[in-house]
């Protein structure tokens, strides 16, 4: 009886002691110490982790609302001496949807995305500091092989994107400048034939563009830019 009352203190003293060092601020009014947040009107987990002073630091662990109970939707291992963060978000089974690195609310680095159904990767693609676009961005078929290919320079699309067969075989070929449709433009069949082929100026058809069928030239059409004469009256 003795042990049973003495293990029943120790909880009690134990579970306040946890309660104290939860939530805490420090002498200027910042959080430090382990934290934890709940949804509203519940006691499920919001998102818990630990403060510095006002810094998120290591680990902190992020939660969504689902039939009454907090599903681990995220988790953030803070840089201790910035703001930047290995980011991973999780699907509802646990699987990862998406991971790469944070400044704040800023992505940075390479970002990893990956298939709905499986470990491998939908979507590799790289930002700058600021949080851009930059270099090579790949979209990727169930199977491993490329679907997309796309070049970045700040956020915009420049130079040449491809996309192809889950045979790799090249559809549709653009160029790219300063985001817009500039250069020369073709389109395949799943074969690899030549279906059209002509240039883009400044996100617009341009010049001549040809027409094939079973490898032979069957229309041709003028997208030169012809202004129209309008006569003033007198």
């Known amino acids: 009886m003795k042990i049973g009352y003495n293990l029943f203190f120790f909880l009690m003293l134990s579970g306040v002691m946890f309660g104290q060092t939860?939530?805490?601020?420090?002498?200027?009014?910042?959080?430090?110490?382990?934290?934890q947040k709940k949804f509203e009107g519940t006691d499920v987990l919001r998102y818990e982790g630990q403060f510095a002073h006002g810094k998120e630091i290591g680990l902190f662990k992020f939660y969504k609302y689902y039939k009454k109970k907090g599903i681990l939707s995220a988790t953030k291992l803070f840089n201790d001496t910035n703001q930047k963060a290995e980011v991973t978000f999780l699907a509802s089974n646990g699987r990862v949807i998406s991971k790469?690195?944070?400044?704040?609310?800023?992505?940075?680095?390479?970002?990893?995305?990956?298939?709905?159904?499986s470990d491998q990767l939908l979507i590799i693609e790289n930002y700058n500091d600021n949080g851009a676009l930059i270099d090579e961005r790949l979209v990727y078929y169930p199977n491993g092989q490329i679907a997309?290919?796309?070049?970045?320079?700040?956020?915009?699309?420049?130079?040449?994107?491809?996309?192809?067969s889950?045979?790799?075989?090249v559809l549709k070929s653009y160029v790219y400048e300063n985001g817009e449709l500039?250069?020369?433009?073709?389109?395949?069949?799943p074969k690899g034939e030549l279906l059209s082929e002509g240039r883009y100026k400044r996100d617009k058809?341009?010049?001549?563009?040809?027409?094939?069928?079973?490898?032979?030239?069957?229309?041709?059409?003028?997208?030169?830019?012809?202004?129209?004469?309008?006569?003033?009256?007198?």
């Open 148 to 164: 997309e290919k796309q070049n970045y320079v700040n956020g915009k699309l420049d130079g040449e994107s491809l996309w192809l």
């Open 205 to 234: 058809k341009d010049g001549v563009w040809k027409y094939y069928e079973n490898g032979k030239l069957t229309n041709e059409k003028d997208f030169t830019y012809k202004p129209k004469y309008i006569k003033k009256t007198p």
């Open 166 to 169: 889950e045979k790799n075989v």
């Open 182 to 189: 500039h250069g020369d433009a073709k389109f395949y069949n």
């Open 100 to 117: 790469g690195e944070m400044d704040g609310k800023t992505y940075i680095g390479t970002w990893k995305y990956y298939q709905k159904n």
């Open 22 to 35: 939860i939530n805490q601020f420090d002498e200027n009014g910042k959080r430090h110490g382990v934290w």
